[in-house]
């Protein structure tokens, strides 16, 4: 069965502490890895898509990795506005159009 | 691109009412999606529509759910005889389908309470 985990579950920073979130997924091929910024009583804001292993992407902060197994949000000099759920949906190959998502990474930057 | 838009926001209900939720898609998106999401849980899959058939549809949609893309464009998703455990954030989401352009664009959602 398809899963996505990610980890930590909640991440306590200080303003301008850089840190990274994990996405595991363990799925039948992988035709897309998907970042979404979450912000309470929201629906999912898009922040990335990777398609292969290597591929990174960047927007302001944030960096996106992705290898065969995983994914990395790499978060530099965080600011207190980044504050939010952070969720990575894996979208598989197998003729399924769903996207599987993990839990989410509950991120609180403090000033 | 004025976005994926849900009506209504909120909505709360008795146990046993129906209730129906409405999605406007981007525009020009072609694909239709809708996922249920519970408080610390990612979204969880319900139903996909291309165009107006709908193609794909998960075991959590259980015979009290129905949803329709009668047009193509708008979507419709009603709940018969809610039930408590039926509370939760109503996703939807579209997109372009075409090669290299899977991204799923969600709506702000609508949050269901059943009492």
């Known amino acids: 069965e398809d899963q996505v985990t990610q980890s930590p579950e909640a991440l306590r920073l200080q303003e301008g502490e850089s840190s990274s979130l994990n996405c595991s997924y363990t799925v039948s091929g992988l035709r897309g890895l998907f970042w979404y910024r979450q912000d309470p009583g929201k629906g999912p804001e898009f922040l990335f898509t990777l398609y292969s292993a290597g591929e990174e992407k960047e927007k302001e902060r944030l960096k996106a990795t992705l290898t065969k197994k995983e994914s990395f949000l790499h978060i530099t000099a965080p600011k207190p506005e980044d504050s939010a759920t952070y969720l990575c949906a894996a979208y598989p190959q197998g003729g399924s159009e769903k996207l599987v998502f993990g839990k989410g990474t509950k991120l609180t930057v403090n000033p | 691109d004025t976005g994926v838009s849900q009506d209504p926001r909120h909505k709360i209900t008795k146990r046993g009412q129906n209730v129906t939720f409405r999605c406007d898609p981007i525009s020009e998106h072609n694909r239709l999606y809708w996922y249920r999401q519970t408080l610390g849980q990612g979204p969880e899959f319900l139903t996909y529509f291309q165009n107006e058939a709908q193609l794909e549809k998960s075991r959590l949609l259980s015979d009290r759910f129905s949803a329709e893309r009668p047009k193509g464009s708008f979507s419709t998703l009603e709940i018969q005889r809610t039930e408590q455990g039926d509370s939760a954030m109503y996703l939807c989401?579209?997109?372009?389908?075409?090669?290299?352009?899977?991204?799923?664009?969600f709506g702000p959602g609508t949050r269901l309470l059943v009492l």
């Open positions: 989401a579209s997109s372009s389908g075409t090669s290299g352009q899977e991204t799923q664009y």
